[in-house]
Structure formats: C-alpha cells, structure tokens
C-alpha cells in the first residue's frame, strides 16, 4: 500500500503564492505518476498539474503560467509551487500517485487532502 502526506496549504492573499509539497512512502514503483488535484465542494475533483517519474509534466490550463510540478524521485516527493494565486484557485487539493507496475499498476491513491484558500 502506499500512503500520501501534503503539506503546504493555507490562506493567502490574491497574488499571493504557496507551495505544496506530497510525500509517497510505502511500496513505490520506480514508474510512476504523482500529480495534484483540486476540489470544491459539490465539484468533481480536477487535475492540477501531474508530472512521470521521467519529467514530462502535464497542466491544467488554468495552471499553465501560473504553477510548476517539480518532485524529488529519491525522496518520493512532489511540490506544487503557486504563484499569482486566484480567488477561484481555492479548493482543497489533492496529492496523486499512480504506479505502473505491481498489483496496483493503473490504480490512484490520494492523500487526505490539504486546504488552499484565497482572499479577494
């Protein structure tokens, strides 16, 4: 099993920025996808940004610009730095991992979740 810890989240003024961070611990493939999702509340949960054990990312477009994806593969760690920070930014955001191999090869686990709220 693998489990997820975000930390980072706050309140913010707009403009403002945070950076999120998502430790993976348990039994991690070396292939893999860690991303970061948000959700308000009666919302589907939204990609954010994901990024390949390899480097390639992938953005929202309300992302794009605004938030980098970068993670730390020997400490299993994602980081999700946002700068110019919106009202409609605010969510609770979500840290992903899919592996690519073993049992759950294909299968997201999250994280618990960590609030990100932003004043007008």
């Known amino acids: 099993q693998v489990q997820l810890v975000e930390s980072g989240g706050g309140l913010v003024q707009a403009g403002g920025s945070l950076r999120l961070s998502c430790r993976a611990s348990?039994?991690?493939?070396?292939?893999?996808?860690m991303g970061w999702y948000r959700q308000v509340p009666g919302k589907q949960r939204d990609l954010v940004a994901s990024i390949a054990s390899g480097g390639s990312t992938n953005y929202a477009d309300s992302a794009k610009g605004r938030f980098t994806i970068s993670r730390d593969n020997a400490k299993n760690t994602v980081f999700l730095q946002m700068n110019s920070l919106k009202p409609e930014d605010t969510a609770v955001y979500f840290c992903?991992?899919?592996?690519?191999?073993?049992?759950?090869?294909?299968?997201?686990?999250w994280g618990r979740g960590t609030q990100v709220t932003v004043s007008s």
């Open positions: 348990g039994i991690i493939f070396s292939i893999n996808t």
């Open positions: 992903q991992y899919r592996p690519y191999g073993g049992a759950y090869s294909g299968s997201n686990f």
